[in-house]
């Protein structure tokens, strides 16, 4: 597996790097945003892990640049917890938010996490389900609002595709963070309540189908 490690510190470089070469992967190195965005387009990576603050162009940024030719899952370090910078790295396709000082242990965890759920998707291939004027097209991973293509982040569309292979089953939010997140331990209530409500603002009025089940979690219902 080859990771690329972004960050502005030396030092945590070095950590990170350790680790993942200890278990026998890859690592690369990125001192800055822009430097991670040109690694990038001339090569490819299984996983990112991208610092926020960084001179020259802040992870954010990077991610989003990042985004326009590559779907590479991202972790996000920071030293700042607070919940606007999650909620903006999780609009922007963020797959998991790490804060600073954190443990190597649990950063490995996290991307054998994130890897294995993106390595073990079972999609159907050429499946096109139709809902009203929601039409969900699994195999080329699109989504379309009466007729207009919905733009939504890679983990929305993987809460959606979960939704609808899983319709009309009841799922509580521990069964969403494990089946989708690919763990159910480094997230919370409140990582599955933003995504959906994001998804739920991107469908528009076909919103209707995510059913809230007060003190459970949701279901898909058409």
């Not at 470089?13 to 070469?21: A, D, G, I, Q």
């Amino acid at each position: 597996m080859k990771v690329l490690i972004v960050d502005d510190e030396d030092m945590i470089r070095n950590v990170l790097k350790e680790y993942v070469e200890f278990e026998g992967n890859e690592a690369f190195e990125a001192a800055d945003g822009m430097e991670a965005v040109r690694m990038c387009r001339d090569n490819d990576y299984d996983v990112i892990l991208m610092d926020v603050m960084m001179p020259r162009l802040d992870g954010f940024s990077a991610v989003k640049e990042i985004r326009k030719s590559k779907d590479i899952p991202v972790i996000m370090l920071s030293a700042r917890g607070e919940e606007y910078d999650k909620l903006f790295g999780f609009e922007i396709g963020v797959d998991d938010y790490v804060t600073k000082p954190f443990s190597p242990k649990e950063v490995m965890a996290r991307i054998n996490a994130v890897t294995k759920r993106r390595a073990g998707k079972d999609e159907p291939k050429n499946d096109i389900y139709k809902f009203e004027g929601l039409t969900i097209d699994m195999a080329g991973r699109n989504v379309y609002v009466d007729g207009e293509k919905a733009e939504l982040t890679p983990k929305e569309y993987e809460i959606l595709f979960y939704f609808v292979k899983n319709k009309g089953i009841a799922l509580t939010r521990e069964k969403l963070l494990m089946d989708v997140w690919g763990f159910d331990f480094y997230g919370d209530d409140r990582t599955v309540d933003t995504h959906i409500k994001m998804l739920r603002s991107n469908l528009k009025q076909y919103r209707k189908f995510i059913v809230t089940l007060r003190g459970l979690g949701y279901k898909f219902e058409v």
